[in-house]
């Protein structure tokens, strides 16, 4: 009889590095307290999070020609440690183009909007999050878009979680703009083309409350970041699977060129992790690792 393949959160891991041991995968990131280390820092901590193939794709296209992560590559174990990074962060970075997918597609997108209500499926994190003093059981909202041709999904508005919309200095002016802010968005005007990451980051990182932000969006913005030098953590989950491709427009890479995290001089491997004996979404069965990079000079515990 075929032996079932385990993707409870429960399963274990082996810690590669720093030192090699079996560690268990529920907790695995909760456990590396971001606050405390945007405490050791003294500002807030830029975080990010993406899943790739052996060959840095996180994107191809699907059978309507959107962009999406492939089936192949997406599993729980990667989506619970993406959920326990964004639990942990104040505030969380997306973009309209998530936006417009959920009220296109409706349950059927990936959540990172209510998933920490109770009734949903991370409804336990939620708690977590309150029971480690934040206030509020979801993090606030910060939307990027060059155009503001978009609405708030349905309990968004309203809700007791500050939303920020950042565009450029035009947009910021339009008639579109101030729609969003009846619905009770901040809109904010940072760059003459588009947003410009470090006024971004800066923004945020004015007030008092924000001590994790997490960018939970595509490499565009991942390039901001690293243009700018505001990002802080680099997680990379990489399914060791390669996905095929004809046309290099059908994939989008996480780094241009198809550099690997490995290769950014800015940045060092600090933490690794390998799984196996899982099933990816598409059904078939992959080993992964997880890694974390840190920015050289940070000096984290």
């Given amino acids: ?5 385990n993707n409870s959160a429960s399963e274990k891991v082996i810690q590669l590095f720093p030192e090699k041991k079996e560690v268990p995968l529920e907790r695995l990131y909760l456990d590396q307290r971001l606050a405390g280390l945007s405490t050791e820092i003294g500002r807030p901590l830029v ?11 996180v994107a191809n296209r699907d059978e309507k020609k959107k962009l999406q992560v492939p089936p192949e590559l997406k599993n729980p174990s990667d989506w619970r440690l993406f959920q326990e ?5 104040d505030v969380v970075i997306s973009g309209s183009a998530y936006l417009k ?4 597609s409706g349950s059927r997108a990936e959540d990172i909007l209510f998933q920490f209500q109770p009734g949903n499926k991370f409804e336990e994190l939620g708690q977590w999050r309150l029971e480690a003093g934040f206030m509020k059981r979801q993090p606030d909202l910060v939307f990027l878009s060059h155009r503001l041709d978009f609405q708030f999904p349905e309990g968004l508005s309203g809700s007791d979680r500050n939303i920020f919309v950042f565009t450029t200095y035009t947009m910021a002016n339009s008639k579109e703009a101030g729609a969003l802010a009846d619905a009770g968005a901040v809109v904010v005007g940072s760059g003459e083309t ?5 006024r971004l980051i800066d923004y945020l990182g004015m007030g008092p409350d924000y001590h994790v932000i997490m960018m939970a969006t595509g490499p565009s913005v991942l390039d901001l970041l690293l243009a700018a030098r505001r990002l802080d953590l680099l997680y990379v989950t990489e399914v060791q699977r390669e996905i095929p491709f004809d046309d290099p427009a059908d994939i989008r890479m996480m780094l241009p060129e198809g550099k690997k995290a490995k290769e950014l001089e800015e940045f060092a491997l600090t933490h690794r992790y390998s799984q196996g004996d899982i099933t990816a979404e598409d059904g078939s069965p ?10 050289k000079g940070l000096l984290l515990n």
């Fill in 286 to 295: 992959i080993s992964q690792e997880f890694h974390r990079y840190d920015r």
């Fill in 47 to 57: 975080v990010t999070a993406y899943v790739t193939d052996r060959n840095g794709i």
């Fill in 1 to 5: 009889m075929a032996r079932k393949k």
């Fill in 101 to 104: 997918r959920v009220i296109a």
């Fill in 85 to 89: 990074l964004m639990a942990q962060s």
């Fill in 194 to 198: 588009g947003v410009d990451g470090a």
